[in-house]
């Protein structure tokens, strides 16, 4: 168990360009989420996978932001366009669907600062 | 609106010294509450899950205790030590088994001064 791996660790880039990340979810969880967190702040929930299909969206997620998880394994997040107000650190987990409780486990993050 | 409140937002504790920090919760209908520890620059990392009919759980020098009736929650921790230092997440879990099932809390920041 090689735990949740999220590619790159930080990301700096200019306003208006876009930017992709990338999360390995641990290989046996069949759910994956994306969650975004500003500075003093919990995460906040953006969209959520189980297996390759997305199954929510939070309104957070506007149409500059773009996930996908093509194979129903690692996770792409793409922002296009992207705005100061984009800057945060952008989290990663997956958890097991089977059973009841299952925990999220974390990645490190992609921490995006917007020139 | 489901919501998790935290108090102190920050906190300095002298190392060797306990400290206890508070969650209250309005989620509904409730599963469960963990608390996370998150160190700078790294992702939350779970230290105890408790359901409605667990009242305490500890892990090592944690103690989490769950009130669900008045939907409060508590974290102590004993003998404090410098790597505790990081922030402290309170995270409520709807029993809606949908993807945005989690309300976190906003976080207490814990520094541990030697």
């Known amino acids: 168990d090689t735990g949740v791996s999220q590619d790159p660790r930080h990301k700096i880039t200019k306003r208006g360009q876009n930017v992709t990340f990338r999360c390995d979810p641990i290989s046996e969880h069949n759910r994956l989420y994306w969650y975004r967190q500003t500075l003093g702040q919990g995460p906040e929930f953006l969209t959520y996978?189980?297996?390759?299909?997305?199954?929510?969206k939070s309104r957070l997620l506007s149409d500059r932001f773009s996930a996908e998880r093509p194979k129903g394994s690692f996770s792409t997040l793409e922002i296009q366009r992207t705005e100061q107000g984009d800057s945060a650190m952008y989290l990663c987990a997956s958890s097991s669907s089977t059973g009841k409780g299952q925990p999220q486990h974390f990645g490190d993050g992609t921490r995006l600062s917007i020139l | 609106k489901n919501q998790v409140e935290q108090s102190p937002q920050s906190l300095i504790i002298l190392e060797g010294k306990n400290c206890t920090l508070q969650c209250n919760y309005t989620v509904s209908p409730f599963s469960n509450l963990r608390w996370y520890k998150q160190d700078t620059g790294r992702g939350p990392v779970s230290l105890t899950i408790?359901?409605?009919?667990?009242n305490t759980k500890s892990n090592g020098r944690y103690t989490a205790t769950l009130d669900a009736d008045t939907k409060q929650s508590s974290l102590h921790i004993t003998a404090s030590q410098l790597s505790d230092s990081a922030s402290y997440i309170c995270?409520?879990?709807?029993?809606?088994?949908?993807?945005?099932?989690?309300?976190f809390g906003g976080g207490t920041r814990l520094m541990v001064k030697p």
């Open positions: 408790m359901t409605f009919s667990e």
């Open positions: 995270v409520v879990s709807a029993a809606n088994n949908a993807g945005n099932m989690l309300t």
């Open positions: 996978f189980q297996n390759e299909a997305q199954l929510e």
